[in-house]
């Protein structure tokens, strides 16, 4: 194969953060803790681990693997490593990054508004009708647009340093505040009167609330968590030095994004239970999405130091949508900008721009083009459901197969150590290619089935 000299990240620590940055997100923080504590609380968490060790994290080592053997972008990278017939798959991650990319910034978009809020207004009345709130700035025509435009122009900006002046400066400064930031909202929120009953809500398990569709739903997060299916992984990979230990650092990565979204668990579903033992009401924890943009603006109306919390949890919101917003857009930019064979600049304008023009219909598929429906759901859903449901899954599968039945196996194992310059255990090894050939691909397309099925 022919050898290419590609930028690098220049450290360990900023392999990690950006790795990590790339992982933790607006999953961790907006649907990790409404699932959990839906799902039976530690039972979920139980199940949540057992499938990452055995499907997820395979498969993340999978991607990250390909992108560092090739050295490419998703799309050229099967090419590269000489099945050329191949390359489709590489094109479903495309497709699945440019469409989670593209509902992605308009959540972003929504964090960055309401952090403004928290540093202006604040969220300071009790009486204020939350919901209502957000579903009329959701469904307004501007606003929205324009804090999705901010939020993709920082990520924009971010990326066009370049791998090592932008992303691995900004994710190594971002991921470190975040990191503080969510420790310290998360203490604030266990010290309320009344958060142990949140805190055993979450943590306690409770198996009667497991069900098939928890083992589906928990996959599924896992994925979404990981980022797997985008090219995300597989760029970054090819970003990493030969001699950095694969292995390590995506077990490293998976851990740190279960890890965290635990504790923004704990950030969030203590403190609805101390303000609703308060105000003598039930908790509403089963708010769904809505969770952290309707019920938690209300609690921090309600909660010692609220406005200074509010700012912080926004902040950390917003930097965790960005980390992750700057790996999905590198994804889609490292393919315009190598197959196209053009500079990074000009391929990360050219990527914005699609990203915004159909962000744009995402966006205003909660208002004034609600009627706009593809298979029976919004753009925003249609966006949402065919990443998660199919290009990210199917992607998945294939590049599975690919590793496990067509690439050799000498290959596999001369990249997974590293050429030999890592020390990855020998029964490592062996377990890891046991799952990658048989296991991950039975979990993942078990998941695809139920998926479509039910
Ligand atoms: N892992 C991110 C989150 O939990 O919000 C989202 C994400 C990042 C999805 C990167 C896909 C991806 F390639």
């Given at each position: 194969m022919k050898k290419i000299s590609r930028e690098k990240f220049g450290s360990r620590f900023g392999v990690l953060m950006a790795m990590a940055g790339s992982a933790i997100g607006l999953g961790n923080m907006w649907r990790f803790p409404y699932l959990t504590a839906k799902n039976g609380g530690a039972a979920f968490i139980v199940i949540y681990l057992l499938l990452m060790l055995t499907i997820s994290l395979p498969t993340m080592i999978t991607e990250y693997l390909i992108g560092r053997r090739s050295r490419s972008n998703a799309y050229s990278a099967y090419g590269r490593l000489g099945f050329p017939k191949l390359k489709f798959i590489g094109l479903m991650a495309i497709f699945a990054v440019v469409f989670v990319l593209s509902f992605y910034i308009v959540v972003g978009g929504w964090a960055t508004r309401y952090l403004v809020e928290a540093c202006t207004l604040g969220f300071q009345s009790t009486a204020t009708d939350y919901s209502g709130k957000f579903a009329s700035f959701v469904s307004s025509t501007a606003y929205p647009l324009i804090y999705t435009f901010i939020f993709l122009s920082l990520t924009a900006v971010i990326i066009s340093?370049?791998?090592?002046?932008?992303i691995e400066a900004f994710s190594k400064i971002m991921m470190t505040v975040l990191f503080i930031i969510i420790i310290l909202v998360a203490i604030h929120a266990i010290s309320l009167p009344g958060a142990m009953d949140g805190v055993k809500y979450l943590l306690v398990p409770d198996f009667s609330k497991v069900t098939g569709e928890t083992w589906v739903t928990a996959l599924g997060q896992s994925f979404f968590s990981l980022g797997l299916g985008c090219g995300t992984i597989l760029v970054y990979g090819s970003y990493v030095k030969t001699e950095e230990d694969l292995s390590m650092s995506a077990i490293f990565t998976a851990f740190i994004d279960t890890g965290f979204a635990i504790v923004a668990g704990l950030a969030i579903i203590p403190a609805i239970f101390a303000i609703a033992s308060m105000n003598g009401v039930e908790p509403n924890v089963d708010a769904g999405p809505g969770l952290v943009f309707i019920t938690l603006p209300s609690i921090f109306a309600s909660m010692p130091f609220g406005s200074v919390i509010a700012i912080l949890f926004f902040l950390s919101l917003g930097l965790a949508a960005i980390t992750s917003s700057i790996s999905l857009l590198e994804s889609f930019v490292a393919y315009v900008m190598e197959v196209w064979n053009i500079s990074r600049k000009k391929a990360v304008l050219f990527a914005s721009i699609i990203c915004l023009c159909l962000g744009a219909f995402c966006s205003l598929s909660q208002g004034v083009l609600s009627d706009v429906r593809i298979l029976g759901m919004n753009v925003f859903d249609f966006f949402d459901k065919a990443s998660s449901n199919f290009f990210m899954t199917v992607s998945c599968l294939l590049m599975l197969i690919f590793a496990g039945w067509f690439m050799k196996k000498e290959d596999f194992m001369d990249e997974l150590t590293g050429r030999g310059l890592?020390?990855?255990?020998g029964w490592l090894q062996k377990l890891i290619y046991l799952l990658v050939k048989f296991i991950a691909p039975i979990g993942v397309l078990t998941i695809i089935i139920c998926n479509f099925f039910f």
């Open positions: 340093g370049g791998v090592k002046k932008g890592s020390k990855t255990p």
